[in-house]
């Protein structure tokens, strides 16, 4: 192995599989210890006269300061009243880790200063300096937020380089997911940025007040259905500092007709160029085919993964990738309304997903579900699913008790066969309060060795829950997590693909710049490894296609790993 | 309602316009008549102010306006001969009807029950109006009137288990499901051998996922009503919800002997094939499908799939798009 650091952040001598028959796995709600007390401002509380209220925004998981431990980032929206001058309206948030299971609200130096509608969040060092940079989508102008490094002095901590950038935009667009992708494997990484729909306050219909503004004889807020749509954008990095848009010459602009939602940066047809698939709300979802000549085609239909088995169109919230039946080819997870169920597309290998959902054993839910994970909760070497949701309409539950506005979060043991079961009430209490909540993040806040979560809640603070997989008295599975850095690929190695080997069995994850609904993951690789105590051997494909091969790998510690430069 | 009769409708009104006014009304009524809708707009925009504003006349160009499907502009046209005329008159009777039909095609279900109660028991009041204002009521979670309503549209006593059973079926188009159970339940006590009470009740609870108690009651509905095309259908598709493909052949085999004009349980037995493997009885039966049924396209979105497990990538391109196209062409 060439160019490898270890960091060796604990070491459990002890490793044994916990109850075996069991799942092993709680999660505490450490929000208010943590530090993260502001709520995240979203629309009206109990009831929303228009859409821009209901879709909330995501969450993200990522370390600016690279100290090695994952800070916070938190989006927020806005009131249809506005906010007066006393009381300022609520921009973003960033909480850096300090280490010791808190968090340092930095927001007044962060330089964030971009109140309004904000949406998605994707993570990147788009300019390969070092550091993490981050991009937001909004209902209105998108901003591109440089990190300056500046961690150790004063000053801002942010810049708004958007303009700089190339990427001001003329009239009100309503920005949703947005990726940072290599689209071109030159080293650089370019930006993915969809629109959900064509919103103007002006001219939209209140509830009630239209076809598509009744949900079971109660009036709401009005869409998707009935707004025009939007296209999507493309930008090229320039490797400048700017970026161009090809949103025509790429073929992303062309793709028409669909609400599009969440993005995600996967190769899911193994030719190691990086395709993006869109979840698009009550429309066929997109999957963008990367061309390799710097255009995209929109494969979704053939590739069975624009609709459900029977064809029918879904509302594509939130996305999770991963590979949930060991085959070592990355599936997708996606999250629908209430009285839907999610869908799992089971990759082929083939070029081709199938419909597994019902296989896999989900099945239709009173829950609007949002963000999500294939995430392995219990590092026994199968990815979990974990989803929130939160319903759209808050007036509903006044009539309809089976469709309350907060919901619990719901949690899926994968039972290594191919099925999930539904573990949601197994896992400590914190898990089943009820939230109104939209994006959600997966990573290891706290350096334990077990995947935390992070989510965003409507009009509440966030919600940190710490997984006790791991505990102090409890050693757990044990696990392997790889920080990746690119020097001839993009810095951030977003779209790397890491391949494991315990025996036969073959562990695969890609990493991501956005999943789960509008937030990002901690970037470093977690994998759960069982009992094994080290991987036989591994594989790195970087972004720009060069594969590097790992020999023996110990367990239970983050490896950063960079890029050989030759 | 057609506009030709609607037209018709207006006839005697004529003897409230000024007679000067007569002839310039009669070319207006004509040209409704005749569905020339922007001529007689233009007509009534050359008259002056006076005449223009008078409650006929803007009775008249709301009726325009309406069977040009401007259901907005309608009412703000008819509102006033709503209320310049007097309860029971006919011009009221018709603007009434109008504002509820308008109300209603906007989604303004509160106002379209309003306007529809109006007319209720007057000859404007057809099952067309009936059905319109049962939906209403049931919208507005007026369950015991939107029963009442529907069985006086099906003629049948509206306290009558049939009753129940035809005002949870409307509750069910409406998305209702909820409010639904219990008006089946409510059928079921009064008659408990009463066709097709066990059949909704087996969908609704496998629309809430219960499918072994969906699966029960549609048993229970084939008992007693073993020529029941539908409920055979609906068992086979049921136990594909389990995953259960051998159990959900017979079924569907059963319900398209006993119907074979449906094309619903040809296309869940050709996905039943598919997902056992057997591609030439799912190619076959899809086919069949879609010959009775060429614009399913879930019917095109399995035969594709059929054909790609095949490896026959071109033959399950066209498929796809075809499903495609049919599918755009059905979104509103």
């Known amino acids: 192995m060439t160019s490898v650091t270890s960091l060796l952040i604990c070491s459990l001598l002890t490793a044994n599989l916990l109850h075996a028959n069991g799942f092993n796995v709680s999660f505490t709600d450490v929000t208010k210890e943590a530090g993260l007390v502001e709520p995240i401002v979203y629309g009206g509380i109990d009831k929303k006269r228009y859409i821009i209220e209901t879709n909330g925004c995501g969450v993200a998981f990522a370390d600016f300061d690279n100290d090695g431990w994952v800070d916070i980032l938190t989006l927020t929206g806005s009131r249809l009243e506005g906010f007066s001058a006393e009381k300022q309206a609520p921009t973003g948030k960033v909480y850096l880790n300090q280490r010791n299971g808190t968090f340092k609200d930095v927001t007044v130096q962060s330089g964030l200063n971009s109140p309004g509608w904000a949406s998605a969040v994707t993570v990147g060092d788009y300019d390969n300096d070092g550091w993490t940079d981050f991009f937001i989508t909004y209902w209105g102008q998108n901003h591109l937020y440089r990190n300056r490094g500046q961690w150790k002095t004063s000053g801002p901590l942010f810049e708004d380089v958007t303009d700089r950038a190339g990427l001001g935009q003329t009239g009100t667009r309503w920005g949703s997911g947005c990726v940072f992708v290599d689209a071109d494997r030159d080293g650089d990484l370019d930006l993915f940025v969809a629109n959900y729909l064509k919103f103007d306050l002006q001219t939209a219909p209140t509830p009630g007040k239209g076809p598509n503004c009744l949900w079971k004889g109660v009036p709401v807020n009005c869409g998707p259905r009935g707004f025009p749509t939007d296209t999507n954008l493309f930008f090229r990095n320039r490797g400048d500092g700017t970026f161009e848009d090809v949103s025509q010459a790429s ?316 | 309602m057609t506009p030709l009769l609607l037209v018709f409708l207006v006839v005697p009104l004529l003897t409230q316009a000024p007679p000067a006014d007569n002839a310039g009304i009669v070319q207006i009524q004509s040209l409704l008549q005749t569905g020339k809708h922007d001529e007689a707009l233009a007509e009534i925009a050359k008259l002056d102010d006076a005449t223009r504003n008078l409650p006929l006349l803007k009775h008249l160009a709301g009726l325009a306006l309406y069977q040009k499907g401007n259901y907005q502009q309608a009412i703000e046209h008819l509102t006033p001969s709503f209320e310049q005329t007097p309860k029971g008159a006919a011009q009221h009777l018709q603007a009434a009807h109008l504002l509820g039909m308008s109300h209603y095609f906007l989604g303004h279900m509160p106002e379209a029950l309003r306007f529809l109660a109006e007319i209720e028991a007057s000859s404007l009041d057809t099952s067309e109006t009936q059905y319109l204002r049962g939906v209403c009521q049931l919208q507005a979670q007026q369950v015991d009137e939107g029963r009442k309503t529907f069985a006086r549209m099906f003629s049948l006593p509206a306290d009558s288990a049939a009753a129940h059973l035809i005002n949870a079926q409307m509750m069910i188009r409406q998305q209702l499901e909820e409010f639904a159970v219990p008006e089946l339940e409510k059928a079921m006590a009064l008659d408990p051998e009463l066709p097709e009470v066990h059949f909704l009740l087996g969908e609704l609870a496998i629309y809430k996922s219960d499918i072994d108690r969906g699966v029960e009651l549609l048993k229970q509905e084939i008992a007693l009503n073993p020529n029941f095309a539908m409920a055979y259908y609906r068992l086979g598709e049921a136990y594909t919800r389990q995953l259960k493909w051998d159990e959900a052949v017979s079924p569907l085999q059963k319900s398209i002997w006993l119907n074979p004009f449906f094309s619903g349980p040809f296309i869940v037995l050709g996905k039943v094939y598919l997902k056992k493997g057997d591609l030439t009885n799912a190619e076959s039966i899809l086919k069949r499908a879609l010959a009775m049924d060429v614009n399913n396209y879930s019917g095109h979105h399995l035969l594709a799939q059929v054909y790609q497990k095949a490896g026959r990538q071109d033959e399950a391109r066209k498929e796809f798009q075809a499903a495609e196209r049919l599918r755009s062409d059905s979104q509103p």
Not at chain 1, 300 to 310: H, K, P, T, V, W
Not at chain 1, 511 to 518: D, I, P
């Open chain 1, 251 to 566: 073929g992303i602009g062309r793709v028409q007709g669909k609400f599009a939602m969440t993005a995600l940066v996967t190769d899911y047809n193994n030719d190691s160029w990086p395709d993006i698939y869109v979840a698009c709300d009550s429309t066929a979802c997109i999957l963008y085919r990367n061309n390799r000549d710097g255009t995209f085609t929109d494969v979704a239909l053939e590739a069975g993964a624009a609709y459900s088995e029977d064809g029918q169109s879904q509302a594509g919230m939130g996305i999770a990738t991963g590979d949930y039946d060991g085959d070592g080819l990355l599936d997708i997870f996606k999250t629908h309304f209430a009285d839907d169920l999610p869908v799992l597309y089971r990759n082929t290998g083939e070029g081709y997903f199938e419909d597994a959902s019902r296989a896999a054993g989900f099945d239709h839910t009173r829950y609007v579900q949002w963000g999500t994970g294939l995430a392995d909760l219990d590092n026994d070497t199968w990815p979990d699913v974990f989803t929130v949701a939160g319903n759209v309409y808050p007036e509903v539950e006044a009539r309809l008790k089976e469709y309350p506005h907060r919901n619990p979060r719901l949690v899926y043991r994968n039972l290594g066969n191919g099925k999930f079961q539904d573990v949601s009430n197994q896992v400590g209490p914190a898990v089943q309060l009820p939230h109104s909540s939209r994006g959600c993040a997966f990573g290891d806040y706290d350096n334990d060795g077990d995947l935390d979560v992070l989510t965003m809640n409507m009009n509440e603070p966030p919600q940190l829950l710490r997984n006790e997989h791991i505990a102090p008295t409890r050693p757990g599975n044990n696990w392997l997590a790889l920080q990746l850095v690119g020097t001839r690929s993009n810095r951030s190695a977003i779209g790397a693909r890491v391949r494991l080997w315990i025996g036969q069995r073959v562990l695969v994850q890609e990493l991501t710049s956005q999943a789960s609904y509008y937030s990002a993951n901690d970037p470093r690789l977690h994998f759960g490894l069982g009992s094994a105590t080290s991987v036989d051997r591994g594989e790195i494909r970087w972004p720009n296609g060069n594969v590097q091969i790992l020999q023996t790998l110990q367990a239970n510690q983050i490896l950063k790993i960079e890029e050989p430069r030759d």
